[in-house]
C-alpha cells in the first residue's frame, strides 16, 4: 500500500473510481481478525463494531441480525449478511426520497418541495430506472399490471433466482407500492416510489442541512433547532415538539457507554475540533516552556563515587556506565509518567465541557479553569524570563484562545438553539461549537451520493438498449469499456484554495484528525522557533563573542577532545630527549665521572651558564650526578625518565622548572595552531550561521505548510483505488496495533525540529568549509574538479542528444553497428565521470534522508526495501497510514450515511426499513448501477439463471456476446447449430429490431425459448460457470458500442457476415 505518494496526481472520477471507493469502505468496515473478505460483504459484527466504536451503542449481533439485516440486509438468517449491492441502496436512500418528492405527482401524498438547501436529487432519476426495469422485462415502457408474475420476471431478469420465488415478499411489495388497496395496481411511477420509499418515511431529509450530530437528528434531542412549541407548521416539512412526541412512542430506547467523547480524537466525538487542537498545542509549549527542564537530571551527578575515565576502555569505567545506565533507566520512566499524567490532567481536564452531548453548563467553565490553571501562574511565576520568551508567550496567548472557546461553548450549552438561530452574527462567532463541520461532513455525503449517480448515468449513456437489447447488458458493456475521465487533484494550490474555501469538508468529506492538525500547528510553532533562536544564535557569535573568548573556548574544546595523556606523554619526551643530551654532554664535554673534580667542574660550568633553569644547589648532593652520567651514558634503558629527573633534582637541578617550561612551549605551539584555524575574518562565520539559519527555516516551514496537502492527496488516493486497499494482500497490517498512532504528535513534533536542523546545519558547514582558510584550497580544488567534469557532461549531453536521434526510435536502434561503437565508448568514458556523478548522488541523498524525517506522511524507503524478515526499518508511514484509515472507519461521508441508517433502524424498528422495500431498492440499484451485481453474494448460486435471464430479456442472438469459458473466449454463435431451427426467423427478426411491434410478440417468445434451450446445453459443458459473470465486462469489451442504432440497411451478405 505504501505507493509513491506525491501531492499532485491525477485522480480518476469515474463510475470506475466510485466502484474503488465502494471496495474502500467496505474494507474499513469489516472487522474480521485476518483478511478483509474480497466480496465486500458486511457482517453483525462489523455493524456492531462501528455503532459502539462511532456512537458508543451498545448493542448485541443477534439484535442487529434480528433488525438491521433483516430489514435493511434483505434477509433474517444467521447466516445473513449485508452486501455491496445493499449497503448501495443504504446509501441512496435520501437521494431515493428526494426523487420520490420531486417526480411523482403534485396531488401525491409522496409529494412535496424539498426543503431549502437540501441538495437535489439527478433529474427524472426514478423515471428513468424505471424505464429500463420495463424495457428489459417487459419490451416497452408501458406500464403493467403489478403483480406476483412481474415482480417474479424481474427478479429473474436480474439473476435473483431465489427472490424470484418468493411468494410472500412478493406480496409485501406489492402492498408496499400499493398503499391505497387497489385491486389493478400498476407498475408506475407512483407505484415504483411508494415501493421505495414507503418504510423509510421515517427519515428527515432536512439532516442533511442541520448543524446536528447523526445522535441528534436520530434520537431528535434538544439540539434540534427547529423543533417548536406551536403547531402552525406543517408537520410533514417541520418537526413540532407533537411531532417528537409521536417519534418517541414508535421508538425503541438505544443503550449507551461513556466514550470520554471531549478527547475522542479517533471518532471526533467532541463539540469544538479548534478547542482540542488548541488545547492540546497549548500543553505541549507550556510544558516544554516551564516544566520539561525539571523533569530532566543529569545521571553523572546520581554516581558521585565513580569517576569517569573519558580516555580509558570500557572495562575501566564498567562501575560508571552501570550505574548511569540506571538512574538513566529511572530517569526515563519519570519522565515519562510524569509527562503521561500532565498530558492527562490539562487534556483530559482541560476538555471537559468540550464533547458533543454535553448538556452540562458548568462543564465548559470546569475545563476553562483548567486551562487557567495551566498557564496564567506558569506565567506570572516565571523568574527567568518573566514572560518575555518566545515559548512563554506563545503559551499565554494559545491558552487565551482556548479560554475563549470554552466561553463558546459555555454560550451555545446556556442558550437555547432557537435563541442563537434569531442572530446571525452570533451564529457566525459561534459556528465551530455549533456543530458545523458536521453539517458539513453531512452535505458531503450526499455530494458525493449524487456524483455516484451522475457517474451511473453518464455510464448508461441514451435511453435506448442499444444492440444488446437489455439495459442490464449494455450498462455492463460500457462499464467494461469506459474509461474513466481524469482530473488534476492535489498540490499545495489545490489543496490551500479548497481549505479555504471549506470545499474539501463540504465537498469532498475529508476529516482531518484533532492529532493531525495539533501536530501540524506545532510544526508552525517549531518553524517560528527555529527561525527565531537562529537568529539568536547568530548575534551571540557575532556580537557577544571577542575573538580571545572565541580562540579560549576553542582551545578548551581542543583540549578536551585530545587526549591530555598524550600532552604529559609529549613533556616526558622532551625531557627523555633533554636528560639524554645532558648525559653525553657530561661525559664527553666536561670530563670522566671518574675524575675526581668531576662533579665540581659539573657544576661550576653548569651554574656559570644557569639563567635560573638550571639553579644550583651548592647544598644538594652533587655526588648523584656521576650516577646520572654513568647510568644515562652506559645503557639509556637502565634508567626511566622519572629516575633521570629524581638524579637530577638530588643533585641540586631545578627538573619542575624545566618541566614547566616545556608545557608551556607545548601550550604556546597549540595556541599557534588555533589561530592559524581560527577563522580569519568575520564573514566566514556569518554568511554559514545565515544560510543555515535560512535553510532550517524554509525546511521546517516545507514541512509544515506540504502536511495537510499530503494527507489530502493520500485520502482521495485510497478513496479512488489509486492506493488499493480491498483487493491489496497487505492491507492487514494497518488493521492491527491500533495504538501506535499515539506516537504520531511527538513524532511530528520532534520530526520537523531535528530535520531543520540537520538540513540547515549540514547546508551550514558546506558552506563554512568553502569559506574557511584551512579548507578554502581543498574546495577550491573540488569546485576545479566538479566545473571540469560539468564541463565535460556537457559536451558529453550534447553528443548524446545526436546519437539518440539518430541512432535510436523507442526501444530500437536504427543502425545497430553504429550505437553498439557509441555505447562501448560511451561506457567507458562515463566510467571516469561517474566518481563526480556518485559523489552529487550522495550529497542529495544525505539531504533528502534529513529532510525526510520529519515527513512522516511519505516512505522514505521503496516498498519492501526497508524490511529485514519482519521488522520495518521505518514504519512511520505504516503508522501514519493507520491513523488515516482509523478516522477514515468513522468519519467517511459514506460510513457516516450507513451508520444513520443502522441507528434509524434500531431506532425505529419495525417502522424503518423492510425487506419489501429493500428489495425495491435493491431492484434500484440494479437498473442503476448492473456493474455492482458481481458483489452480490447470492448472484454466485444462480449464475445460469442469470444468464437465461438476459437472453430471455434481449431482442438479439446475442451474437456479439462472448462468454469466458475455461481457457478462452468461446463465441455463443460458435455453439449454436447453424441448422438450429427456426433461426432464420430469428434472424430476421434481429435485423429488425426497430420495427418489432407486438404482432411479432410470439415468434421472438418461440425463439427466446430456443436460445434458452442452447444456453443450457452450452452450460452442461463446462465444469463450473461461477466467474462468468465476472469476465463478462472483459468478454464483451470488443463488442460494438451498446448505444449504436441499427438502423441503416443492409444486404443479405453482411448481414450473414455479421460476427
Known amino acids: 500500500l505504501q505507493h509513491k505518494m506525491t501531492i499532485h496526481f491525477e485522480r480518476p472520477i469515474g463510475a470506475s473510481a466510485d466502484l474503488h471507493e465502494l471496495e474502500y469502505i467496505s474494507a474499513l468496515h469489516q472487522t474480521c481478525p485476518k483478511q478483509v473478505r474480497k466480496n465486500g460483504s458486511i457482517t453483525a459484527a462489523d455493524i456492531r463494531m462501528l ?19 433483516s430489514g435493511l440486509g434483505g434477509g433474517d438468517s444467521e447466516e445473513e449478511i449485508v452486501d455491496l449491492m445493499e449497503v448501495v441502496s443504504l446509501l441512496l436512500i435520501p437521494t431515493i426520497l428526494k426523487c420520490s418528492r420531486v417526480e ?106 442541520r448543524s446536528t450530530t447523526n445522535f441528534d437528528d436520530v434520537l431528535l434531542t434538544r439540539n434540534m433547532s427547529e423543533i417548536v412549541d406551536d403547531q402552525v407548521v406543517e408537520p410533514s416539512r417541520e418537526l413540532t415538539v407533537e411531532d417528537v412526541k409521536e417519534k418517541n412512542k414508535r421508538a425503541t430506547p438505544l443503550s449507551m457507554e461513556r466514550t470520554a467523547q471531549a478527547v475522542d480524537s479517533t471518532s471526533g466525538n467532541y463539540r469544538n475540533k479548534y478547542l482540542l487542537i488548541m488545547l492540546v498545542s497549548t500543553v505541549i509549549i507550556t510544558y516544554f516552556a516551564y516544566w520539561y527542564h525539571r523533569t530532566l537530571f543529569d545521571t553523572s551527578e546520581m554516581c558521585p563515587e565513580y569517576v569517569y575515565d573519558y580516555y580509558s576502555p570500557w572495562t575501566t569505567n564498567t562501575g560508571t556506565i552501570a550505574c548511569e545506565i540506571f538512574f538513566s533507566i529511572l530517569s526515563w520512566l519519570g519522565t515519562f509518567f510524569v509527562f503521561s499524567l500532565f498530558g492527562l490532567f490539562f487534556v483530559g481536564l482541560g476538555s471537559v465541557g468540550n464533547g458533543v452531548s454535553n448538556t452540562r453548563v458548568w462543564a465548559p467553565l470546569v475545563g476553562l479553569f483548567i486551562v487557567v490553571l495551566l498557564v496564567v501562574p506558569a506565567y506570572l511565576g516565571s523568574e527567568n524570563v518573566r514572560g518575555k520568551g518566545l515559548l512563554d508567550t506563545a503559551s499565554l496567548l494559545m491558552g487565551i484562545v482556548v479560554m475563549l472557546l470554552h466561553g463558546f461553548n459555555f454560550i451555545v450549552v446556556f442558550l437555547r438553539p432557537q435563541t442563537i438561530e434569531k442572530y446571525p452574527r452570533l451564529k457566525r462567532i459561534l459556528r465551530s461549537s455549533r456543530l458545523a463541520d458536521r453539517q458539513d461532513m453531512k452535505r458531503a455525503g450526499q455530494v458525493k451520493t449524487n456524483r455516484m449517480v451522475k457517474n451511473a448515468l453518464e455510464i448508461r449513456g441514451s435511453s435506448d438498449r442499444g444492440i444488446l437489447g437489455s439495459h442490464f447488458a449494455c450498462g455492463l458493456h460500457n462499464f467494461a469499456a469506459n474509461i474513466d475521465p481524469v482530473e488534476q487533484f492535489g498540490g499545495f494550490r489545490w489543496t490551500w484554495r479548497k481549505l479555504m474555501d471549506n470545499s474539501i469538508v463540504d465537498t469532498y468529506g475529508v476529516w482531518f484528525s484533532d492529532r493531525l492538525l495539533s501536530g501540524n500547528i506545532c510544526q508552525y510553532i517549531v518553524s517560528i522557533y527555529v527561525l527565531l533562536a537562529g537568529i539568536q544564535f547568530s548575534l551571540y557569535v557575532l556580537e557577544e563573542y571577542s575573538k ?12 578536551f577532545i585530545f587526549d591530555p595523556e598524550s600532552n604529559q606523554e609529549m613533556v616526558e619526551l622532551f625531557l627523555a630527549n633533554f636528560t639524554g643530551l645532558l648525559a653525553n654532554y657530561l661525559g664527553n664535554d666536561v670530563g670522566n665521572c671518574s675524575e675526581a673534580d668531576f662533579p665540581i667542574d659539573a657544576v661550576e660550568t653548569f651554574c656559570n651558564y644557569s639563567s635560573g633553569i638550571y639553579s644550583c644547589d651548592q647544598n644538594a648532593t652533587i655526588d648523584y650526578l656521576c650516577s646520572f652520567s654513568n647510568g ?36 604556546e605551539a597549540g595556541n599557534a595552531s588555533v589561530d592559524s584555524l581560527y577563522p580569519s575574518s568575520e564573514y566566514m562565520i556569518r554568511i554559514p550561521l545565515i544560510i543555515g539559519t535560512a535553510t532550517a527555516f524554509l525546511t521546517s516551514v516545507y514541512l509544515a505548510v506540504t502536511f495537510l496537502p499530503s494527507t489530502t492527496s493520500t485520502i482521495l488516493r485510497l478513496r479512488c ?26 513524532s511530528m513534533f520532534w520530526g520537523c525540529f531535528l530535520s531543520s536542523i540537520l538540513v540547515g546545519g549540514f547546508v551550514g558547514v558546506l558552506v563554512f568549509i568553502s569559506l574557511w582558510q584551512a579548507t578554502v584550497y581543498f574546495i577550491a580544488r573540488v569546485i576545479a574538479l566538479f566545473i571540469g567534469v560539468l564541463a565535460v557532461a556537457l559536451i558529453r549531453l550534447c553528443m548524446l542528444t545526436v546519437c539518440r536521434i539518430t541512432l535510436y526510435r523507442g526501444m530500437y536502434r536504427e543502425r545497430p553497428a553504429a550505437a553498439n561503437i557509441s555505447l562501448v565508448a560511451l561506457e567507458w568514458a562515463n566510467f571516469s565521470l561517474s566518481v563526480g556523478f556518485i559523489l552529487v548522488r550522495m550529497i542529495k541523498i544525505i539531504i533528502a534522508a534529513c529532510m525526510f524525517i ?98 430471455e430479456t434481449t431482442r438479439t442472438r446475442l451474437s456479439c456476446v462472448g462468454f469466458a469459458i475455461s481457457d478462452g473466449l468461446v463465441e455463443l454463435d460458435d455453439e449454436i447449430p447453424e441448422s438450429s431451427e427456426g433461426g432464420d426467423d430469428g434472424s430476421k427478426i434481429f435485423r429488425k429490431e ?23 446445453l452450452l452450460m452442461k459443458k463446462q465444469e463450473t460457470l461461477t466467474e462468468t459473470i465476472r469476465t463478462l465486462e472483459g468478454a464483451i469489451g470488443s463488442t460494438p458500442d451498446c448505444e449504436s442504432k441499427d438502423t441503416e440497411e443492409e444486404s443479405g451478405d453482411e448481414k450473414e457476415q455479421r460476427p
Open 854 to 951: 520529519g515527513r512522516i506522511d511519505t516512505p522514505l524507503l521503496a516498498p519492501k526495501v526497508g524490511k529485514i524478515g519482519g521488522l520495518e526499518l521505518d514504519n512511520y508511514p505504516t503508522i501514519f497510514m493507520k491513523d488515516l484509515l482509523q478516522h477514515e472507519a468513522h468519519r467517511h461521508p459514506y460510513l457516516d450515511t450507513l451508520s444513520v441508517m443502522y441507528l434509524y433502524k434500531l431506532r425505529y424498528r419495525d417502522s424503518f426499513g423492510s425487506k419489501a422495500g429493500s428489495s425495491w431498492r435493491l431492484l434500484f440499484v440494479y437498473a442503476l448501477m448492473p456493474w455492482m451485481h458481481k458483489y452480490r453474494i447470492q448472484v454466485e448460486n444462480d449464475m445460469g439463471f442469470l444468464l437465461q435471464g438476459i437472453v
Open 51 to 69: 455503532l459502539t466504536s462511532r456512537y458508543g451503542v451498545v448493542v448485541d449481533e443477534d439484535t442487529i441480525k434480528t433488525t438491521v439485516m
Open 104 to 209: 411523482t405527482d403534485k396531488k401525491s401524498p409522496l409529494s412535496g418541495p424539498l426543503p431549502e438547501g437540501v441538495l437535489p436529487p439527478e433529474p427524472d432519476l426514478m423515471k428513468r430506472i424505471l424505464k429500463m426495469i420495463l424495457e428489459d422485462v417487459t419490451g416497452d415502457a408501458i406500464p403493467k399490471r403489478l403483480d406476483k408474475e412481474l415482480i417474479a420476471r424481474i427478479f429473474e431478469a436480474f439473476g435473483e433466482m431465489d427472490l424470484s420465488r418468493d411468494e410472500e415478499l412478493h406480496e409485501k411489495m406489492i402492498e408496499a407500492a400499493n398503499p391505497s388497496g387497489c385491486k389493478n395496481p400498476v407498475l408506475d411511477l407512483e407505484a415504483f416510489a411508494n415501493g421505495l420509499v414507503q418504510d423509510i418515511q421515517e427519515y428527515d431529509l432536512k439532516n442533511e442541512i
Open 994 to 1016: 426497430a420495427s418489432v411491434t407486438k404482432s411479432n410478440c410470439t415468434h421472438l417468445e418461440k425463439e427466446n425459448q430456443e436460445l434458452r434451450n442452447q444456453v443450457a
Open 548 to 559: 580571545d573568548d572565541a580562540k579560549s573556548y576553542v582551545h578548551d574544546v581542543t583540549q
Open 632 to 667: 644515562v651514558t652506559a645503557d639509556q634503558s637502565q634508567l626511566d625518565v622519572s629516575q633521570q629527573l629524581a638524579l637530577l633534582a638530588a643533585s641540586g637541578f631545578n627538573v619542575s622548572a624545566l618541566e614547566e617550561a616545556i608545557e608551556l612551549s607545548l601550550e
Open 721 to 746: 483505488g489509486q492506493i488499493p486497499t480491498m483487493a491489496n494482500e497487505e492491507f492487514n497490517k494497518y488493521r492491527c496495533a491500533p495504538d501506535q498512532v499515539s506516537v504520531i504528535l511527538g
